[in-house]
Nanobody, 123 residues
Framework: QLQLVESGGGLVQPGGSLRLSCSAS????????IGWFRQAPGKEREWVSC????????YYTGSVKGRFTISKDNANNTIYLQMNSLKPMDTGVYYC????????????????WGQGTQVTVSS
């Protein structure tokens, strides 16, 4: 009954942009930290970005710093990941996930996951 639904993925050329959305329902978004993860076939899931429940702390993995921006609209229960200057290495299934601890920490268990949205960066 607690759901996260990603959208906005697709095929984009290198250097292009996409904005991913994560719509949350069944809980109050401000009480959770929200992470964006991605996974390519045969590779481990990668922690890409996170925003704390307080909105004070944001995190970006080194490979996306300066290119990706995470934001959250608590009133509309929506999380965004703006992705600019996309590279082929950004290809993967992108998931949003929530943890109840309100903190951005890769060691924490993220309790709620969306179904994922495919991002493919290719010429």
């Amino acid at each position: 009954q607690l759901q996260l639904v990603e959208s906005g993925g697709g095929l984009v050329q290198p250097g292009g942009s996409l904005r991913l959305s994560c719509s949350a329902s069944g809980f109050t978004l401000g009480y959770y930290a929200i992470g964006w993860f991605r996974q390519a076939p045969g590779k481990e899931r990668e922690w890409v970005s996170c925003i704390s429940g307080s909105d004070i702390i944001t995190y970006y993995t080194g490979s996306v710093k300066g290119r990706f921006t995470i934001s959250k609209d608590n009133a509309n229960n929506t999380i965004y990941l703006q992705m600019n200057s996309l590279k082929p290495m950004d290809t993967g299934v992108y998931y949003c996930a929530a943890n109840v601890w309100r903190r951005c920490d890769p060691s924490l268990v993220y309790d709620y996951w969306g179904q994922g949205t495919q991002v493919t960066v290719s010429s």
